[in-house]
């Protein structure tokens, strides 16, 4: 009898975090499906950016693109009358929760990829989550992936006769620049993904997140293959 590797669902969505998890999945011998969301989000240019990767790892005729409308708003990401934070420090973006936390995003995301995950007999579910790098947003944290193994375990058929499936958080407990080394060790296609939270390319280089993915790769030691719209130093330090 021929032996099939484990499936993982992974949720990408086209960003450096969930492509680093692509590519641990990978490296790890799972068979991968990718699962990506659309929720209005105004960078909604990292759709394409997951499709890309997808089809790098060979899997584009897997990928599943869940399509949720405007169903989720309330943060700066979907609303049009909010505004996305720019210019801001490492330190400012480190205090408190941001604007652009999306209330119950990765509770709706991980529900629809168990889902997934129990219907093609997956044995793990993939997500990109960190809990150190500033991000703020309560469904990032330990706890919350804790709790949501406690309702995979307990409220799937999977997890009750024990088969189980896992929630495998690689990058909870590490830095932006240990993500970057990582990924790059294994080839992650950097280059294909997409980060900026206002969706431009190039890449504005001055929201949350594009000053915590230049400052990742600068801590690295390594240069951000995409480019910006704004020039960037690359030398270890702080961004301007």
């Known amino acids: 009898m021929e032996h099939r590797a484990p499936r993982a669902v992974v949720i990408l969505s086209g960003g450096l ?5 692509m590519a641990i999945a990978d490296h790890e011998g799972y068979e991968l499906y990718p699962i990506t969301f659309s929720y209005g989000q105004k960078h909604a240019v ?27 708003r309330g943060s700066s990401l979907t609303d049009p009358d909010q505004s996305i934070p720019v210019g801001r420090s490492l330190e400012e973006i480190g205090t408190g ?3 652009t936390y999306v209330p119950g995003r990765n509770t709706v995301f991980l529900s629809l990829a168990l889902s997934f995950a129990e219907r093609i007999d997956a044995r793990a579910i993939f ?22 193994q406690r309702v995979i375990d307990t ?3 999977a997890g009750s006769e024990g088969a189980g499936i896992r929630l495998k958080a690689p990058l909870v407990h590490l830095t932006k620049a240990e993500i970057i080394r990582w990924g790059s060790q294994l080839g992650a296609p950097y280059a294909l993904t997409h980060s900026c939270y206002q969706g431009t390319v190039p890449a504005c280089g001055v929201c949350d997140s594009c000053r915590l993915r230049i400052q990742g790769f600068r801590e690295a030691g390594l240069v951000d293959p995409i480019p910006y719209a704004v020039p960037i130093a690359w030398q270890a330090g702080r961004p301007n």
């Open 17 to 21: 975090d969930s492509t680093t998890c």
């Open 155 to 157: 409220g799937t058929v």
């Open 127 to 148: 997500i990109g989550v960190n809990a150190l790098d500033y991000s703020g947003y309560p469904d990032c944290r330990p706890e919350f992936l804790q709790a949501f």
């Open 97 to 99: 929760v941001p604007s």
């Open 46 to 72: 990292e759709l394409e950016s997951a499709k890309q990767v997808a089809a790098h790892y060979r899997v584009g005729d897997r990928h599943r693109v869940v399509d949720l409308g405007n169903f989720i």
